[in-house]
């Protein structure tokens, strides 16, 4: 088995400085959420966690606990019944 570093690679790319990769910005509309955990139970990177407190509707809606950690997958957004979500993509360095 081969050792790998931090980044997953056996050795650093040359070019890794070069690399751009994608990251989400997850803005969720409160008021349309329904309190489901849908998209907290099936995001792939804990990025959401359930409020405390609740919205007009008596439900706990997420929020984005983890802001650095979203790939930009988009997965919340598609499993949100009341289409409370919305991933926007973007391309750091």
Known sequence: ME????KGFWRKPLDLDKIERQ????????????????CIEFCPGQVLEKKDKLNSKGYHPPY????EKCT????C?????????????????
Not at 3 to 6: A, F, I, M, P
Not at 23 to 38: A, H, S
């Open 77 to 93: 957004e598609r499993v949100c019944p009341e289409f409370a979500i919305v991933v926007e993509k973007e391309f750091v360095k």
């Open 64 to 67: 984005v606990k983890y802001p």
């Open 3 to 6: 050792k790998t570093n931090s």
């Open 23 to 38: 990251r989400g910005i997850v803005y969720i509309d409160e008021e349309l959420c329904k309190g489901c955990t849908f």
């Open 72 to 75: 930009g997958c988009g997965f």
